[in-house]
């Protein structure tokens, strides 16, 4: 039995969920989103499991997406030699001429423009900030000498970030290129970037996706460096959906900070009307264990709390020890706060003349009018799923059921909170397709007799036009 929580969950693919028999128990117990993520994906493991939940879809009739995650730029040391440790106040050498073996004097930096990007004073954290060196000098084309700050065992292939740095690499690297082209190829739901800079990132892939595709697929922006927070109102009017990516945020900045900037996010994207995604390190602890800390518990509460609109697992499905669990465990505590009264809507009303302002502004008031009237739910036809945005963006307390004979965002929409979409291809006048959908939420039991309804719809329906009609039904 599918769980009817609003907010959504995001599972990522990994060995720990690839049989068809775990992903169905997973979708059960509440996964809404599969994460693919492109840092360890194989293309044709991929196809097979994407196989696997389109064919689950259609037998079962769910509607779980499908998310491609981008690698992005992830800068990265070289192979070292076994045991190497430094010491606080030890000098290092990072040189990009030639690939050494690493040693505690000298490590090759995989990335070639390194040494021209930085500048003394700069720091570098690595394997995930448990390192920090600072740049002492750089001879601006292959050297770079820095002092370890916090010292400890330097460790093959980590990862490495530089969190006072302007990089010049673009958010998307020549496998990124490759891998979104498979990704559209393969007609996933939504594309995550990652280390979004500034809107050109984001204008890149809306151009690959356009080159390659005649589909538009959204596009989730990743929120990782301090840079992309500079430039977040920018960043916000050139994507779908924002994703508060925890792990190299909280290395990028102090730790303690990201919290504030966690809300600070979420509330950004509510005011835009676009979804949210909290990644990172939600139930950490159930990778090994069956229970979460009260931390984690907390942490998952707290990011529905201030409203995002789904919550995500990495490691912990993707190679855990209970992919199941820690769905039943999560979509549990989801359920158990998700109807607070605690959690607020940002209420600023739509502003701005555009030409969707009509539909913007019905929206609103369709979640308003839903609230005071205690309407049961809220059904929309669409054809472009936009609607379904919109009124999930206000949180009403109704049901939001999507009737649409576009197959792209049948799936596509499981992102949202709050929205269940629904095939409808039948092409008749206004008065009956309303009362037709009427009829089928009720026997999906959504409604009974006596309760509100409101419809949305575009009127003549058969132009597909924006939607521009609001009608209030009483269920016969």
């Known amino acids: 039995m599918l769980t009817n929580k609003k907010t959504k969950i995001v599972a990522t693919l990994g060995p720990a969920c690839s049989t068809r028999e775990i992903i169905k128990d997973m979708i059960d117990a509440g996964v809404n989103v599969f994460r693919v993520n492109f840092s360890h ?5 991929v196809k097979e499991k994407i196989n696997i939940i389109r064919g ?12 491609g995650d981008l690698q992005g730029p992830k800068l990265r040391v070289g192979v070292m030699e076994e045991g190497v440790v430094v010491q606080d106040g030890d000098l290092i050498t990072f040189t990009t001429a030639e690939d ?3 040693t505690a004097k000298k490590v090759f930096m995989k990335y070639q423009n390194f040494p021209n990007d930085v500048n003394p004073g700069e720091r570098i954290l690595l394997d995930d900030g448990k390192l920090i060196f600072e740049i002492v000098e750089t001879d601006k084309k292959s050297e770079v000498i820095a002092r370890v700050i916090q010292g400890g065992e330097l460790k093959s292939k980590k990862g490495v970030n530089l969190p006072n740095t302007k990089i010049s690499l673009p958010a998307m690297t020549e496998k990124d290129i490759a891998d979104a082209i498979f990704a559209i190829g393969q007609n996933v739901d939504w594309i995550a970037l990652s280390f979004v800079k500034t809107p050109r990132d984001l204008q890149d892939l809306q151009e690959l996706i356009a080159e390659h595709s005649e589909y538009k697929i959204p596009i989730i922006a990743k929120i990782e460096m301090p840079e992309a927070l500079e430039n977040i109102d920018k960043i916000v009017a050139y994507c779908d959906a924002l994703m508060v990516a925890r792990g190299d945020l909280g290395v990028e900045l102090p730790a ?4 504030l900037v966690q809300k600070e996010l979420i509330r950004r994207a509510k005011t835009a009307r676009i979804p949210v995604i909290v990644a990172t390190q939600m139930m950490e602890t159930m990778i090994t264990s069956l229970t ?14 201030d409203g995002a609109d789904a919550v995500m697992l990495s490691g912990e499905t993707a190679t855990g020890n ?4 820690v769905i039943q465990k999560m979509t549990q505590i989801i359920e158990a706060v998700e109807d607070s009264p605690l959690i607020q809507v ?14 913007k502004t019905i929206c609103h008031h369709a979640a308003t009018m839903a609230n005071v009237i205690k309407a049961k739910a809220i059904c929309t036809l669409t054809n472009s799923g936009y609607t379904a945005f919109q009124i999930s963006a206000w949180r009403p307390n109704a049901h939001i059921l999507v009737f649409t004979s576009n197959k792209r965002i049948l799936t596509q929409l499981n992102l949202l909170w709050g929205v269940k979409s629904f095939m409808y291809t039948k092409d008749v006048s206004t008065d009956d397709t309303v009362t037709d959908i009427n009829e089928i939420v009720k026997e999906k039991g959504f409604v009974q007799k006596g309760d509100f309804l409101i419809n949305l719809a575009a009127m003549p329906i058969k132009d597909k036009g924006m939607v521009n009609t609001l009608r209030v039904s009483e269920i016969e």
Request: hydrophobic share 35%; proline share 9%; aromatic share 8%.
């Open 100 to 102: 050494i073996l690493g």
């Open 56 to 67: 689950l879809n259609e037998e079962f009739g769910y509607t779980t997406a499908i998310l």
């Open 346 to 359: 940002p209420q600023n009303t739509p502003q701005i003349k555009t030409k969707r302002f009509i539909t």
């Open 41 to 45: 994906a194989d293309y044709e493991d």
């Open 322 to 325: 209970y992919p199941v669990q």
């Open 292 to 305: 979460p800390t009260r931390a984690e518990v907390n942490d998952v509460a707290n990011s529905v709390m």
């Open 256 to 259: 303690h900070e990201v919290p």
